[in-house]
């Protein structure tokens, strides 16, 4: 054979194949078949301009995307770009083989890409990812990706509904069928472990800047993960811990003791965080844990009480037996926030200003006082104080390395100093 053949091809062709993505926009094809009727004898390009694939499952869509793909001998070179629809481009290059399995060797660039979860994360990420081995099932998922900076909300409500153990629909008519396969409810159980699946081995870092805010809790956190296992069982390796953080309560305040953020196979992470406070002879302990669209609280204390009744002696000293009918009405408040059920006014206002951190209460001496904290580059942060006595104080902290930290303070009533740290978790 030696045929040529040219025009344009509208890419909403390949949507059979795709499952609840949908592609538009036009191809433009200039391809030969010079040799006998194979694969391997079509050579040519096809030039993508101004294409779109939206993924409604992620909330997101690939805008803009443009470039090439070279065939010769049997083997297909890409090379195309596209702008995230939630912010920043990604990359896709290397070549694929025409026939199955479709081996290939593709690398991917994320350029400060965000991606976020509505009332959940939003993650700006920037690295390299890359896949080697056939398309239908097989290959490896490496490389590496950094987390520039990261916000994870807990919700104020939890899921409103989720399918039901066992549930299972009798007879039902027309139109729950439709609602049914509209929200997805209509597969068997066993759909996903039939898919193929890829080898991952994938290093995730954030050194610092992933905030967790929600609940009366405000924590930043940092560390290295590593994705391994299969695209069907992700096993995570590593986690993300505390850095500094508090929980807040009424203007009451702990210091947290305890912070960490660890993936289970899920965009859901698994959180936990634990503070301590000691009330007279009541050591009173609060700690949230769970996935973090919905993690239980839990309050304990030493000698053992009662959870309202230890969460009463952390706010009042005293037992919920024993409070005033207003400061039972803080009691509720207080419970509502932890349950999920409470405002953020902090939160509003500390985006309004655009800093990292906010913190309003008082020092160890009950005087009212302010903080604000910024990173102002990806390893400098500091914070300002300021007391209502006017007195003032700068705080300013470099990482230098992994292990070795820089921290100097300047304060207004002549309180200064200046260290290096060397800092390693065992």
Not at 304 to 326: H, M, V
């Amino acid at each position: 054979m030696n045929v040529g053949l040219t025009g344009t091809v509208p890419l909403a062709l390949g949507n059979a194949r795709l499952s609840g993505q949908a592609l538009s926009g036009l191809a433009r094809v200039d391809l030969r078949v010079n040799g006998p009727p194979a694969l391997r004898s079509v050579s040519g390009r096809v030039t993508v301009v101004d294409g779109r694939l939206a993924i409604p499952a992620r909330n997101l869509s690939l805008n803009g995307i443009g470039g090439q793909v070279s065939i010769s001998a049997g083997t297909a070179q890409v090379s195309l770009g596209a702008d995230v629809s939630s912010g920043g481009r990604v990359a896709l290059s290397g070549p694929i083989s025409v026939a199955a399995p479709y081996n290939a060797t593709l690398v991917a660039v994320l350029q400060s890409v965000t991606l976020r979860e509505a009332q959940l994360f939003e993650a700006n990420m920037t690295g390299r990812v890359t896949f080697d081995g056939p398309l239908l099932g097989g290959g490896r998922i490496g490389g590496a990706i950094t987390l520039q900076s990261a916000e994870m909300h807990i919700p104020q409500f939890g899921p409103s509904y989720s399918a039901l153990e066992g549930l299972r629909h009798l007879n039902p008519s027309r139109k729950v069928r439709r609602t049914l396969h509209f929200a997805g409810l209509d597969k068997p159980a066993t759909q996903a472990a039939s898919l193929p699946g890829y080898a991952i081995d994938l290093s995730i870092r954030a050194p610092n800047q992933l905030f967790v805010r929600g609940r009366g809790l405000d924590a930043e956190l940092g560390g290295r993960l590593r994705l391994t296992g299969t695209t069907n069982n992700i096993v995570p390796v590593g986690a993300l811990n505390l850095i500094r953080g508090r929980l807040d309560l009424l203007g009451r305040r702990l210091d947290l003791t305890e912070g960490s953020v660890r993936l289970r196979g899920s965009f859901d992470p698994v959180i936990a965080f634990a503070a301590t406070s000691q009330v007279d002879d009541v050591a009173v302990s609060l700690r949230l844990e769970g996935v973090a669209s919905a993690p239980e609280l839990t309050v304990t204390s030493v000698p053992d009480l009662p959870q309202d009744d230890a969460l009463s002696y952390f706010l009042f000293g005293r037992d919920a037996t024993q409070i005033s009918a207003y400061q039972a009405i803080q009691l509720a408040a207080a419970i509502r926030t932890l349950s999920g059920h409470g405002g953020g006014f902090s939160d509003k206002l500390r985006k309004g200003l655009g800093v990292d951190d906010l913190d309003i209460g008082v020092d160890a001496a009950g005087t009212p006082q302010a903080r604000v904290g910024k990173y102002i580059s990806d390893n400098i942060y500091t914070d300002v104080t300021v007391n209502a006595d006017g007195v003032s104080q700068i705080n300013l902290n470099l990482e230098i390395s992994r292990t070795v930290k820089m921290r100097g303070r300047v304060g207004s009533d002549g309180d200064s100093g200046l260290g290096v740290y060397f800092e390693k978790d065992y």
